[in-house]
T-cell receptor
Framework: DAGVIQSPRHEVTEMGQEVTLRCKPI?????LFWYRQTMMRGLELLIY????????DSGMPEDRFSAKMPNASFSTLKIQPSEPRDSAVYFC??????????FGPGTRLLVL | GENVEQHPSTLSVQEGDSAVIKCTYS??????FPWYKQELGKRPQLIID?????GEKKDQRIAVTLNKTAKHFSLHITETQPEDSAVYFC??????????FGKGNQVVVIP
């Protein structure tokens, strides 16, 4: 199994641009989580899907952030427009029937 | 929601000594407590977890203990090695099996 796959691994963009992060969960997992990691705030849960349905998006910082899961094998996190304070590492994680969450390699985002 | 706190924030140990990291949680309904290890520039990876029906679990040089009454759990690393240097995150589950993470502990093993 390839594990959770994320793309791109690194993204450098200018303020105001749209950023799209992608995630492919582990096959057969029915829950998907998007996290943001910064030194100041640690690992923050942004949004959580169960069976492709968003269950809790209370962690999404503001309307500039949106996430979709059109099918069981793909999810996107979009930031539009991006701002320098969005610079962080964004992790996707998936979970199957047991409680364990498996993390992807992350996307390192730098907004200039 | 759940609030998880870790202590100390940074821990330095001599190679071969033991390291202990403590976490506290707030939600008495939490029943799953994983520990993740994150090396620099890499993803968090599960190293051990414990469920509320046991008080201790061991896997080679690492062990986790749980005190549900006091709402705290600890990670124990024995015979530390340089490759144990990393940031360690504890977590506790809450509502629909989401995880609340602590801020992490930087462990430095001095050769």
């Amino acid at each position: 199994d390839a594990g959770v796959i994320q793309s791109p691994r690194h993204e450098v963009t200018e303020m105001g641009q749209e950023v799209t992060l992608r995630c492919k969960p582990i096959s057969g997992h029915n829950s998907l989580f998007w996290y943001r990691q910064t030194m100041m705030r640690g690992l923050e849960l942004l949004i959580y899907f169960n069976n492709n349905v968003p269950i809790d998006d209370s962690g999404m910082p503001e309307d500039r952030f949106s996430a979709k899961m059109p099918n069981a094998s793909f999810s996107t996190l979009k930031i539009q427009p991006s701002e320098p304070r969005d610079s962080a590492v964004y992790f996707c994680a998936s979970r199957g029937q047991k409680e364990t969450q498996y993390f992807g390699p992350g996307t390192r985002l730098l907004v200039l | 929601g759940e609030n998880v706190e870790q202590h100390p924030s940074t821990l330095s140990v001599q190679e071969g000594d033991s390291a202990v990291i403590k976490c506290t949680y707030s939600d008495s309904a939490s029943n799953y407590f994983p520990w993740y290890k994150q090396e620099l520039g890499k993803r968090p990876q599960l190293i051990i977890d414990i469920r509320s029906n046991v008080g201790e679990k061991k896997d080679q040089r690492i062990a986790v203990t749980l005190n549900k009454t006091a709402k705290h759990f600890s990670l124990h690393i024995t015979e530390t090695q340089p490759e144990d240097s990393a940031v360690y995150f504890c977590a506790a589950n809450y509502g629909n099996n989401r995880l609340a993470f602590g801020k992490g502990n930087q462990v430095v093993v001095i050769p």
